[in-house]
């Protein structure tokens, strides 16, 4: 990762967990101060100025002074509601935490190449940096508990939202883009029982030298095909029942610290795992996958299995949903039945600049009702198979509308009427709570309002 890279990963941790823990090592510290006070809670120059530091590293953003002040209002605000979290006695599970730590320091690894170059890096094993980043993401997830707290009785009727579409002035009613709706049904070959043997008998084979004392970490690192948790000698990090697939778990939950399971089979391929610590209801584990090898033969016997499903879809002889349920082997669009979600907007609207370039020139010269031959598929874990794609609406560019557009409309108005909730809320609070700006904070109308 070039130093760039690695300073603009900084930035972004500094902004989403605060203070130094993750500023870089240096011979000299940058002179920090309290810029503000919210009851108890304080807020340093240093938090401020890293946020808007990355404010800059992103493109086309120019220095302005009056994003320092935006930065500030919305760190009041937070630190405002984590003190009445903790007044209200609103609770955070080690649970809660643990999982919000493993799921960010999976995520940082990946970015930076790896767990040895983030321990090499900051010079701290990844143990401690996470005992230091915990009470951070404590008063992340407490203050998200506080928000949705406020804004949780919230709902808006179909009268409302109706109400609120007439409110916008015809010159101001949004202008929507082309979008589409598309489903997927993906299908990996099946492996022959001579490859699944053989798969079986090397993982025994990792598994007698762990028993015979060697290191089960330095073994994952060495043959788990698992690119998340294999670098860092197959550590997943602490899960609770319901976060992994059932095989896994089955297992997990039933080993004792140090031991080493059997060979177990999922979807994903074999496993062999070994269980670090056991904390409530959650358990950390370390694990070997290994992927039996599909032969050019296998993938293509595949490939007209799924292609013959796509005919009887054709035909009508069965539905989508039909389909999905059946025979499609990805859980993440099977539970939303069949349909991929548009990660941005939590819906199923995809606009055509948000499309990926293999999904966009399956589906370019589709009509609604219709199904693409199978392409090649590789999932994250590396794993290849087939998929066919369903285009179930493609809409043309459109000024918005109640009967084209009700969900959209609905989320504007709900999320207008959950703000218009947080800031009665805030008014009534802030009147209650001691706040103190610094001078040197500047003079803005977002920092107006709590002077």
Known sequence: MSKLKLRYVLLVWALCWGNDVFAQPAKSQMVDG????????????????????NYLSQ?????DPQVKCRILDQQLTGKLMLRQAELDSIEVSDEEIDQQLDRRIRYFISMIGGAEKLEEFYGKSIPEIKDEFRSNIKEQVLTQKMQEEITAKVTISPSEVKAYFKRIPDDSIPYFPAEVEIGQIILYPEVDEGTREFTIDKLNSIRDRVLKGEQFSTLAVLYSQDPGSGPQGGELGFFGRGEMVSEFEAIAFKLKPGEVSPVIKTKFGYHIMQLIERRGDRVNCRHILIKPPVS????ERARVRLDTIRQQLSAGEMTFIEGVRKYSQDDESKQN?????????????????QLTPDIYFQIEKMEPG??????????????????????????????????????????????????EKLQEWFMKT?????????????DCPELARWK
Do not use: C
């Open 34 to 53: 309290i810029v503000a006070v919210v009851g108890d809670k304080i807020i340093l120059k240093s938090e401020v100025e890293a946020e808007y530091a």
């Open 59 to 63: 493109e086309g953003n120019k220095p």
């Open 296 to 299: 050019s033969s296998e993938l």
């Open 337 to 353: 039945g069949g349909m991929l979600m548009n990660p941005n907007t939590g819906g199923n609207g995809y606009t055509i600049e």
């Open 370 to 419: 219709q199904y693409s031959a199978p392409s090649v598929y590789a999932s994250a874990d590396g794993s290849r198979g087939w998929r066919i794609f369903y285009l179930k609406v493609r809409t043309t560019p459109h000024k918005a509308s109640l009967d084209t557009d009700y969900d959209k409309i609905q989320t504007a108005a709900l999320n207008l009427k959950k703000m």
């Open 430 to 442: 802030k009147g209650k709570t001691f706040v103190k700006i610094e001078d040197e904070a500047g």
